[in-house]
């Protein structure tokens, strides 16, 4: 025999309605002036309706949050500049753009002391937008355009960080200075850095940079 299932299936249209108040609520009032009264009302529920979908407030912020900050499609050009530059533009854009101002250092604060919690935060909003960037400096290192001994997950961590810190710190960090970023670090780890300049210039370019 089947398991029986106890309770109504849950309605996707509440989620849905839920997730969007969330985010709206992040938008007006910020971390600190978040209410789940403010979103039960703007979503035309109820409370006891929103614990049973996300029993902790962060886990409900989470996935808000997931819902406008997409994760990033894997660069493929066959330019290992521009895919960099295009992985750094859509990472920043995902962060500093789409993603409510002044969330994510709050919610990384209030996460970190709960080891679940924590793995959550990363695993959902974290990993995918990283993965990106990782996946095309990979294929950089299948090309051999990079200098051999580097650890190429720390040269993701130096691409991502600088955009992290943008979203955490609401430092200067804008899309348009992607391309200068992706040179810096490539004119330290690159073989060929010119001849990486040269295929770009002869590639067509998804990215925003005029090189």
Same mark, same amino acid.
């Given at each position: 025999? #089947?398991?029986?299932?106890?309770?109504?299936?849950?309605?996707?249209?509440? %989620?849905? +309605?839920?997730? %969007?108040?969330?985010?709206?609520?992040?938008?007006?009032? /910020?971390?600190? &002036?978040?209410?789940?009264?403010?979103?039960?009302?703007?979503? &035309?529920?109820?409370?006891?309706?929103?614990?049973? *979908?996300?029993?902790?407030?962060?886990?409900?912020?989470?996935?808000?949050?997931?819902?406008?900050?997409?994760?990033?499609?894997?660069?493929?050009? /066959?330019?290992?500049?521009? %895919?960099?530059?295009? /992985?750094?533009?859509?990472?920043?854009?995902?962060?500093?753009?789409?993603?409510?101002?002044?969330?994510?250092?709050?919610?990384?604060?209030?996460?970190?002391?709960?080891?679940?919690?924590?793995?959550?935060?990363?695993?959902?909003?974290?990993?995918?937008?990283? #993965?990106?960037?990782?996946?095309?400096?990979?294929?950089?290192?299948? *090309?051999?355009?990079?200098?051999?001994?580097?650890?190429?997950?720390?040269?993701?961590?130096?691409?991502?960080?600088?955009?992290?810190?943008?979203?955490?710190?609401?430092?200067?960090?804008?899309?348009?200075?992607? +391309?200068?970023?992706?040179?810096?670090?490539?004119? /330290?780890?690159?073989?060929?850095? %010119?001849?990486?300049?040269?295929?770009?210039?002869?590639?067509?370019?998804?990215?925003?940079?005029?090189?």
């Amino acid at each position: 025999m #089947g398991r029986r299932v106890v309770g109504r299936p849950r309605d996707p249209a509440i %989620d849905r +309605a839920i997730l %969007d108040a969330t985010v709206a609520v992040l938008r007006e009032h /910020g971390y600190t &002036g978040f209410s789940l009264e403010a979103v039960v009302n703007r979503a &035309g529920t109820t409370k006891p309706s929103v614990s049973r *979908r996300w029993p902790r407030r962060q886990e409900l912020i989470i996935a808000a949050l997931v819902t406008v900050v997409v994760t990033p499609p894997v660069p493929d050009s /066959g330019c290992t500049r521009c %895919d960099l530059i295009s /992985g750094v533009e859509l990472l920043a854009a995902a962060l500093l753009r789409r993603m409510p101002p002044g969330v994510l250092a709050p919610l990384v604060a209030d996460c970190a002391a709960d080891p679940e919690l924590h793995r959550h935060l990363v695993d959902s909003l974290i990993k995918p937008v990283r #993965g990106a960037v990782a996946a095309t400096v990979q294929r950089a290192v299948e *090309r051999g355009h990079l200098r051999a001994g580097y650890d190429a997950e720390l040269v993701v961590d130096l691409l991502v960080s600088v955009v992290f810190q943008a979203s955490v710190f609401e430092s200067r960090f804008t899309v348009d200075l992607a +391309a200068n970023f992706v040179d810096m670090i490539l004119q /330290g780890i690159a073989v060929d850095f %010119d001849e990486l300049v040269e295929i770009s210039r002869r590639t067509p370019k998804p990215h925003r940079h005029d090189t």
